[in-house]
C-alpha cells in the first residue's frame, strides 16, 4: 500500500490527500478556494 499524497494550498492553507483535488486534466485545484495545487 504506498502512502497518500498530501497537498497543501499555499493560498488558503487547505491541507489534504491528492485524491481529495478537483482534478480537471492533469490540473489539481484546492476544493476550497480553486487556486492551482502543482
Excluded: F, K, N
Excluded at 483535488?21 to 502543482?38: F, K, M, Q, T, W
Amino acid at each position: 500500500m504506498s502512502q497518500p499524497r498530501y497537498e497543501q494550498c499555499a493560498v488558503c492553507g487547505w491541507t489534504g490527500e491528492r485524491t481529495d483535488l478537483d482534478a480537471s486534466g492533469d490540473e489539481y485545484r484546492c476544493p476550497v478556494c480553486g487556486e492551482h495545487i502543482a
